[in-house]
T-cell receptor, first 119, second 110 residues
Framework: GAVVSQHPSWVICKSGTSVKIECRSL??????MFWYRQFPKQSLMLMAT?????????EQGVEKDKFLINHASLTLSTLTVTSAHPEDSSFYIC???????????????FGPGTRLTVL | EDQVTQSPEALRLQEGESSSLNCSYT??????LFWYRQDPGKGPEFLFT???AGEEKEKERLKATLTKKESFLHITAPKPEDSATYLC???????????FGEGTQLTVNP
């Protein structure tokens, strides 16, 4: 199956600092990756769609200047939470769509998630 | 706007007690309906994709079915290791984003 990794798995930072989360597709290429956040006892909320080589598309209400997304290669997308505050504490999960022979399938494979705690 | 409603919110079963989880949806042209399993503190794990009404897919003790308005995830003779939150999501034609339901938290007691 398609494997997606995230690093780090958890991070604790002070308010006002920036945190970078990496999402990698390990055994496949992904032209499209997605970033979600999940609060306790709630479902996944899509934050943005990340396309390799182009700007990310953000969902309504998500601050693009606060959540910087870079999809620089077919196997790596990064999410940087800038000037983090306690309300940014959450579980951040990425997903990727398999791309084969230039075409994307429709199944999203998810990473293990990153727990961010902002003090 | 695409919508997904899952029921029940939580379900407790005894080991071996079969049951079903429901996922009702409205979508502007269904490209696919997806079932995922999520364990606490982990990302969702892909289970099934269903594309058209009448389609069924099975994996071990799980069987997913699809109609034009809803999907069921049937769990036959569940075991404690089946305990997890099961998420349903729809994907509309022309796109790849998913709209998720709130999930059903399943607990299987030994």
């Amino acid at each position: 199956g398609a494997v997606v990794s995230q690093h780090p798995s958890w991070v604790i930072c002070k308010s006002g600092t920036s945190v970078k989360i990496e999402c990698r597709s390990l055994d496949f290429q992904a032209t499209t990756m997605f970033w979600y956040r999940q609060f306790p006892k709630q479902s996944l909320m899509l934050m943005a769609t990340s396309n390799e080589g182009s700007k990310a598309t953000y969902e309504q209400g998500v601050e693009k200047d606060k959540f910087l997304i870079n999809h620089a290669s077919l196997t790596l997308s990064t999410l940087t939470v800038t000037s983090a505050h306690p309300e940014d504490s959450s579980f951040y999960i990425c997903s990727a769509i398999v791309t084969a022979r230039g075409r994307s399938t429709d199944t999203q494979y998810f990473g293990p998630g990153t727990r961010l705690t902002v003090l | 706007e695409d919508q997904v409603t899952q029921s029940p919110e939580a379900l407790r079963l005894q080991e071996g007690e079969s049951s079903s989880l429901n996922c009702s949806y409205t979508v502007s042209g269904l490209r696919g309906l997806f079932w995922y399993r999520q364990d606490p503190g982990k990302g969702p794990e892909f289970l099934f994709t269903l594309y058209s009404a009448g389609e069924e897919k099975e994996k071990e003790r799980l069987k997913a079915t699809l109609t034009k308005k809803e999907s069921f995830l049937h769990i036959t003779a569940p075991k404690p290791e089946d305990s997890a939150t099961y998420l349903c999501a729809v994907q509309a034609m022309g796109g790849s984003r998913l709209t998720f339901g709130e999930g059903t938290q399943l607990t299987v007691n030994p």
